[in-house]
T-cell receptor, first 110, second 114 residues
Framework: GNSVTQMEGPVTLSEEAFLTINCTYT??????LFWYVQYPGEGLQLLLK?????DKGSNKGFEATYRKETTSFHLEKGSVQVSDSAVYFC?????????FGAGTTVTVRA | KAGVTQTPRYLIKTRGQQVTLSCSPI?????VSWYQQTPGQGLQFLFE???????NKGNFPGRFSGRQFSNSRSEMNVSTLELGDSALYLC?????????????FGQGTRLTVV
């Protein structure tokens, strides 16, 4: 089965700082890769995705590149806002399921 | 377009009871998946249904079961509830066809077992 190692949190940043959350995975076959975000009290929202090697997913200023050779999918944002405070989950997908990392809690201070 | 709807949002049950949770997918979506979220174990996959057929299931005891109806709505059932079943249960829907299908999640059902 799949497994995901995600950067431990919590991460606390000041507004406009650079954010990176590391994610590496092991998976059978050739998974699609996703980042999901969970805001306080809410369900999961898809943040971005990549479906093949060297694909770059991007959304709301966040980016992640599918690195097959290093089995990694690190999330980055150049300038975070208070509204980016949330829990972020890395998730490879195959066999009709998502395998989630432990989640990284990010808090952005004004 | 309405999103994924889960009912009820909150439930309190007693040990030994059983519970049924409901999920209505996005219109046109044929795949429904269920996940359990707890502080200790994180997000764990329970099972996935497509056109009323279970295509994959996670490592949960047989007390956890699910089904999908012809209109793609899904239910999951937990029998003989244990304290450790207290969790947020999330349902996700997707088109389910093809290699890459994005999953859209509902708000979840918060189950508390006392």
């Amino acid at each position: 089965g799949n497994s995901v190692t995600q950067m431990e949190g919590p991460v606390t940043l000041s507004e406009e700082a650079f954010l990176t959350i590391n994610c590496t995975y092991t998976a059978t076959g050739y998974p699609s890769l996703f980042w999901y975000v969970q805001y306080p009290g809410e369900g999961l929202q898809l943040l971005l995705k990549a479906t093949k090697a060297d694909d770059k997913g991007s959304n709301k200023g966040f980016e992640a590149t599918y690195r097959k050779e290093t089995t990694s999918f690190h999330l980055e944002k150049g300038s975070v806002q208070v509204s980016d405070s949330a829990v972020y989950f890395c998730a490879p997908s195959n066999d009709y399921k998502l395998s989630f990392g432990a989640g990284t809690t990010v808090t952005v201070r004004a | 377009k309405a999103g994924v709807t889960q009912t009820p949002r909150y439930l309190i049950k007693t040990r030994g009871q059983q519970v049924t949770l409901s999920c209505s997918p996005i219109s046109g979506h044929r795949s429904v998946s269920w996940y359990q979220q707890t502080p200790g174990q994180g997000l764990q996959f329970l099972f996935e249904y497509f056109s009323e057929t279970q295509r994959n299931k996670g490592n949960f005891p047989g007390r956890f079961s699910g089904r999908q109806f012809s209109n793609s709505r899904s239910e999951m059932n937990v029998s003989t509830l244990e304290l450790g079943d207290s969790a947020l249960y999330l349902c996700a829907s997707s088109g389910g066809v093809g290699r890459v299908t994005e999953a859209f999640f509902g708000q979840g059902t918060r189950l508390t077992v006392v």
